[in-house]
């Protein structure tokens, strides 16, 4: 099999050689498969990455499974459209399109591709930065798809403001470990729901306060919230507006993971903004967009020791798809990595 199938397009020219990378034929996480395939041909506009480490998202987790609504959306009805599996990635720049003008062989870069469960990735100029160099690449891998949802949850959607109080529904996970971390950063007074496992974790992140949701109700708390970002998705609207003020936002970045199988994600969403229609609260889902600016001031918080990257477990490439049903449990601490 060829990854021309992975990223079909015009090339400026040929790489050579073979690699293995983990392809997928029909949807299944029993489906994935470790091939020795061709190195993939770039683009003019793209830069050929020596993956040294990825994540996993519930995207990857979506995409493999096939949930009906996905496939509807694009994924392909009957099978999937794409062979190639996996986003974020961290790695050394290979080679580089004609037009790439910010990175050379040899330059350590983080950010997105799709098809980066592989040992090389071609990935878009505009969707990769700088690693910074006291930053590890597997640090680095975690980062992109998380922290830019995070980031572009509290800052463009939900306009958080120094002084604020800020709910974060799910704050142990991927997502939900960049937001408790970001929210501080921008000067919000943070309160973070979770389980008894990761109470600690969640204070060491900068919570304010934690709320463990075994043993207490977060939608009773005796105080109100100018910003709710729900990525466990666990409560309905009518439930968690008691604790909202009357002109919250409510910004939905995730749902009970795994959720619907006909509707994935999107069954949650649906629910809340239909509950949501007679209420003075705003509620807002987005789909994080990546861009190197974004990943840039990122990379600077990492760099800096603001922002760090909490790793739950590491897999092998060979072992993606245990990766995957591990993430599939619904308990992973931060992000679950995978070495190339």
């Not at 043993?215 to 970002?229: A, K, N, P, S, Y």
């Not at 609260?281 to 600016?293: W, Y």
Request: contains cysteine; proline residues 4%; hydrophobic residues 40%.
């Amino acid at each position: 099999m060829a990854v021309m199938e992975m990223n079909p397009a015009a090339n400026t020219g040929e790489q050579g050689g073979t690699m293995t990378a983990i392809v997928r034929e029909q949807y299944g996480i029993d489906e994935l498969e470790l091939r020795e395939v061709d190195r993939p041909a770039l683009e003019a506009d793209q830069v050929l990455i020596r993956v040294q480490a990825s994540s996993v998202n519930p995207v990857e987790w979506y995409g493999v499974t096939g949930p009906p609504l996905m496939r509807v959306l694009g994924g392909g009805l009957r099978r999937p459209k794409e062979t190639a599996v996996g986003a974020d990635l961290a790695g050394r720049v290979e080679a580089v399109g004609k037009d790439v003008a910010k990175y050379q062989p040899g330059d350590e870069v983080f950010g997105t591709s799709g098809a980066s469960w592989a040992e090389y990735a071609p990935a878009r100029e505009e969707r990769l930065t700088r690693k910074p160099a006291n930053v590890s690449f597997e640090e680095a891998a975690a980062t992109p798809i998380a922290a830019v949802t995070a980031l572009q949850a509290l800052r463009d959607k939900g306009h958080v403001k120094p002084g604020q109080k800020v709910l974060i529904n799910g704050a142990s996970g991927g997502v939900g470990t960049y937001a408790v971390q970001l929210a501080k950063h921008f000067g919000a007074d943070v309160t973070a729901v979770c389980s008894t496992a990761n109470v600690e974790l969640a204070r060491a992140l900068g919570a304010d306060r934690v709320v463990d949701y075994t043993e207490e109700d977060f939608t009773r708390l005796g105080e109100r919230h100018d910003l709710m970002v729900d990525i466990a998705g666990s409560r309905s609207f009518r439930q968690f507006s008691r604790v909202l003020t009357p002109d919250a936002t409510v910004v939905i970045v995730g749902a009970k993971f795994p959720s619907s199988k006909l509707l994935g994600p999107l069954s949650h969403v649906i629910r809340t903004r239909l509950a949501a229609v007679r209420k003075s609260q705003t509620v807002k889902f987005f789909i994080a967009k990546i861009n190197s600016e974004d990943l840039g001031y990122l990379g600077e918080l990492l760099g800096a020791g603001t922002l760090k990257s909490v790793i739950d477990r590491r897999f092998a490439l060979g072992d993606a798809a245990d990766a995957l049903r591990y993430l599939g449990e619904g308990h992973a601490r931060g992000k679950v990595i995978i070495t190339v």
